[in-house]
């Protein structure tokens, strides 16, 4: 399986160099199908790694290979997966066609900006920086060398900054540049515990390293005092990432300004790399700074479930509404990893993979509304569901998986994060839920506001895609319009229901709602063994006994 995990890493690099000779020489469809068939190349390898991989192994992590890359300061190319690594590349894996196929072959897609020559730009530069994207997360995912995991944190902002800053919307430069920025400190202060680390390893362990299972043997010789200003680089990284509340700000204008394909890999998967984090290196590597600063980190993420849910709420542009809804949820992702129960750990990492899916459907359907009405503002829309019932229904489906129904994936993650904190966070747990009643009332009012009563707003009843836009920039009739007469077969044409492309790319997501919803267990099967061995290195006890009885 050595060989699979290197492949995995290959072939989207190789893909995206391949893809932008295509750009190069003017090969741009060419280049959208050579990108859509190396993603799917990939999901295939990706599914036959996952049939390999054993959950019953003695070692934690499987399919292992290294080579020497930095012998002076003993860096290795070090790869290898555990069960929620091999759980976050198959999401990506999963998201990367999906993302291709929107951009490349659905009318839904927005029209990317034109470059500095006046010349549209293709979706078969997007889909290089889409790859290329795609093997660097892998790499970061896989990593068992803690230099290679940071060369990587940082590496994977080069292709992400572009993908916002090229071809995102109206505001681009200044949310890549706030992205980028945000992200690399986070980095920097990060590198200085990992060069902390490396020289602690070589006191104590008598010859320094960045393998991490040598830096994790090294966690028990390590003081409380060292291991709290080590964890603190760390959780300054991790926690811009994630992203967590005050250190959130970056999130909303990013997603906001990216296109829909970026949004989905920037909330669905890359903002993961935070939460990832603290399960891979802030709670195995420091354990008693871990459970010292808990308390610290549960005030955060309890915050950010009432505060992401209030200011979701209120937002008036839909690509915002939900990257703060995100915001809210990585607040429970929080709270799981934190409370420290083997429940609560596997719901968060479970909640990771379902929050991915969720919110890339979600992200989706507001994609293929705007590009019927040309606008994100949710005041352009009301009564999308008389001349477009498909989008209204999917809407629907993206709403109640994003406030975890029974039945939708994200609500088993949510349920054992609930059920796993209360043993031992009770006070924490109840402020949590209350979040719950805040994202069926934000949910529930964009979707009244936009899908229900009467055909009214401009995006709907004033002329067509980019009118609600125009008319705002000109100063003309606000949003407001409404239009009492029934929708006529002339507007359902102009407006237009989803197409069978467009349906396409939301089945495999629509399908992995219900499958996780019903049938979570092989997904914990897979994460399960790498959450007990994060509670083994904790040192924490789990509060809840076999029989399900708090201890």
């Known amino acids: 399986m050595s060989a699979l995990v290197i492949v995995l890493v290959l072939l989207p690099l190789v893909g995206a160099a391949v893809c932008g000779a295509l750009v190069k020489n003017g090969r741009d469809g060419a280049a959208r199908s050579a990108g859509f068939a190396v993603s799917l190349v990939e999901l295939v390898l990706v599914a036959v790694v996952w049939g390999l991989f054993d959950p019953a192994a003695p070692t934690r992590f499987q399919g292992r290979s290294s080579v020497e890359w930095i012998p002076a300061f003993g860096v290795s190319f070090s790869l290898g997966l555990d069960g929620i690594a091999l759980a976050m590349i198959a999401l990506l894996s999963v998201l990367v066609p999906v993302v291709i196929a929107y951009t490349s072959f659905t009318s839904a897609a927005e029209r990317f ?33 803690v230099f290679v995991f940071y060369v990587m944190f940082e590496v994977m902002l080069v292709p992400m900054y572009f993908i916002i800053g090229r071809f995102g919307g109206a505001r681009r430069q200044y949310a890549a540049v706030k992205f980028f920025l945000y992200s690399f400190l986070g980095g920097l202060i990060m590198l200085g515990s990992v060069i902390g680390l490396y020289v602690a390893s070589g006191t104590r362990l008598g010859a320094a390293t960045f393998d991490w299972a040598e830096l994790q043997r090294l966690a028990v010789q390590l003081p409380e005092s060292t291991q709290i200003f080590l964890f603190l680089g760390f959780f300054a990284a991790f926690a811009i990432k994630a992203p967590l509340v005050p250190l959130h700000t970056w999130l909303p204008d990013a997603g906001a300004a990216s296109p829909i394909g970026g949004g989905v890999i920037l909330v669905g998967v890359l903002d993961k ?21 808990a308390p ?14 209030l200011l979701a709420a209120m ?38 993979v379902n929050h991915g899916i969720s919110t890339a459907m979600l992200f989706l359907v507001v994609g293929m509304l705007a590009a019927r ?26 709403g109640l998986t994003t406030l975890s129904l029974p039945g939708t994936n994200s609500f088993v993650s949510e349920f054992l994060v609930l059920i796993g904190s209360w043993p031992r966070e009770p006070v924490y747990t109840v402020i949590a839920t209350v979040g719950i009643i805040f994202a069926a009332l934000y949910v529930l009012w964009v ?9 009214r707003g401009e995006a709907v009843v004033g002329g067509g895609p980019g009118a609600a836009s125009a008319r705002a920039l000109a100063g003309g009739p606000g949003s407001d319009t409404v239009d009492t007469d029934p929708p006529d ?23 992995l709602i219900f499958l996780l919803g019903f049938f979570p267990q092989p997904v914990l099967d897979v994460i399960n063994p790498a959450v007990s061995a994060t509670m083994s290195e904790v040192g924490v006890a789990d509060p809840v006994g076999p029989n399900g009885v708090a201890r």
Not at 118 to 138: D, I, N, T, Y
Not at 322 to 344: E, K, R
């Open 273 to 293: 790399v935070g939460v990832f984090g603290f399960l891979r290196y802030c709670l195995p590597l420091f354990p008693l700074a871990s459970r010292t600063l």
């Open 489 to 511: 077969a002339a507007r359902k044409a102009r407006f237009g229901d989803l197409s069978g492309r467009e349906i396409g790319v939301l089945a495999p997501l629509v399908l």
């Open 447 to 455: 979707y009244q506001r936009t899908m229900t009563g009467p055909l």
């Open 373 to 398: 009405g040309g606008s994100n503002r949710i005041a352009d829309y009301g009564g999308v569901g008389r001349i477009a019932p498909v989008l209204a229904g999917l809407f629907l489906l993206a």
């Open 315 to 352: 937002q008036t542009d839909m690509k915002r509404f939900v990257s703060y809804t995100s915001i809210a949820h990585f607040g429970f992702i929080g709270l799981g990893i934190f409370a420290f129960s083997q429940q609560a750990l596997a719901g968060s990492a479970l909640y990771m």
């Open 296 to 309: 610290l980190v549960l005030v955060l993420s309890v915050i950010g479930v009432l505060y992401g849910a």
């Open 113 to 145: 900006p034109d470059g500095p020559d006046g010349e549209p730009r293709g979706a078969g530069g997007f889909v290089a920086l889409m790859l290329s994207l795609q093997g660097v997360l892998v790499a970061l995912f896989a990593a068992t060398d």
